[in-house]
């Protein structure tokens, strides 16, 4: 008698759903708590730039002694050639990005694509002070003023929301193929039309009645018959 060798599968035991459900819990924590911590960020960093640009370009526009050409800090806290109304334009807008973020912290998830932003401006600005400050300032003033760009721009990158927080609009493309998922259920969809037979829609407004297909989205009447004849 001959016996033929059977190959036997190991199997893997799946894990049990309360495991699964402990994970799902874990991650959603993670998720609320980083949103948080995404909020209060975001609310110090426009503290930070409100705190930064305000009292800096109100002591130049006065031409306070401290940040006058000549002075000490000039040096330091102002580009050569100085130029006060360049720095009143660049003062305006991080000031103006500042009332942003606050505004962006109430809801991040609604203001994901402005976070984006700032990420990359704050790296991109960061990369141009790591070359400018040395040459200009010195060494220790890069660490001041380009670094803490990048610390910026690393925190907001981990902080930011995930893909399936984004309050992202549902295309039309979507909405129809939610419609044709659920099948009878209108309310599941607001973009609801049956996929075979006349529109009623269509129909009730005295129009063409139109048809819908697997390959045709709409057909007139006009269009069969002509196929026809």
């Not at 209108?186 to 049956?194: D, K």
């Amino acid at each position: 008698m001959r016996y033929r060798e059977m190959s036997v599968t190991p199997t893997v035991k799946a894990p049990d759903r309360p495991v699964l459900n402990r994970l799902a819990g874990a991650v959603r924590v993670n998720e609320a708590q980083k949103m948080t911590w995404l909020r209060i960020f975001l609310r110090v960093v426009s503290l930070g730039y409100l705190a930064a640009f305000i009292p800096w370009i109100t002591l130049i526009l006065l031409d306070a002694p401290v940040l006058s050409p000549g002075s000490t800090f000039a040096p330091l806290l102002r580009f050569q050639p100085y130029n006060a109304d360049y720095e009143a334009m660049l003062a305006a807008i991080n000031i103006v990005w500042a009332l942003m973020l606050w505004r962006a912290s109430e809801d991040p998830a609604k203001h994901s694509m402005f976070i984006d932003y700032t990420i990359w401006a704050s790296a991109a600005h960061g990369f141009v002070m790591l070359i400018v400050t040395p040459i200009q300032k010195g060494l220790p003033m890069t660490f001041i003023e380009g670094v803490p760009l990048f610390f910026l721009a690393a925190v907001l990158l981990w902080l930011r929301p995930s893909d399936s927080r984004r309050g992202a609009p549902v295309s039309l493309a979507n909405q129809v193929r939610r419609g044709r998922q659920y099948g009878s259920n209108r309310t599941a969809s607001p973009v609801h039309r049956p996929r075979f037979g006349p529109d009623p829609t269509v129909a009730a407004e005295g129009r063409h009645t139109v048809y819908r297909g697997r390959r045709f989205s709409r057909v007139s009447v006009q269009a069969f018959s002509s196929i026809s004849n």
